[in-house]
């Protein structure tokens, strides 16, 4: 009989819990995740200029660098065909020397 009161009376005792209200709690939450985000996309556009400024001079000069090489390449590569046509001029004329020296009797 003592069994079955006590078990009675756990079913039938009132059961006190504390309620928030769901509505207010979901404002709450989101609010607190929007400004988490916010400050999050914040510090990344800030480090996004950090970056683009701080990169700035270094692509303003490996563009000069690749400029200047381009140009020293194009000299470079307009020296050594003047060079071979001079070279080739010569090989041209010491052949015909050689072939005139060939045919003297």
Do not use: W
């Amino acid at each position: 009989m003592y069994r079955t009161a006590v078990a009675t009376l756990r079913l039938t005792a009132p059961r006190r819990a504390f309620y928030v209200s769901s509505i207010s709690a979901e404002k709450d939450l989101n609010h607190r995740a929007g400004d988490v985000l916010l400050k999050g996309i914040e510090k990344a556009e800030a480090a996004t200029e950090t970056v683009k400024e701080a990169a700035q001079p270094i692509t303003e000069t490996v563009s000069n660098l690749a400029g200047q090489a381009k140009t020293e390449g194009k000299k470079a590569a307009a020296d050594v065909e003047a060079k071979s046509t001079q070279v080739g001029a010569e090989i041209k004329g010491q052949a015909k020397k050689a072939k005139a020296e060939l045919e003297r009797p």
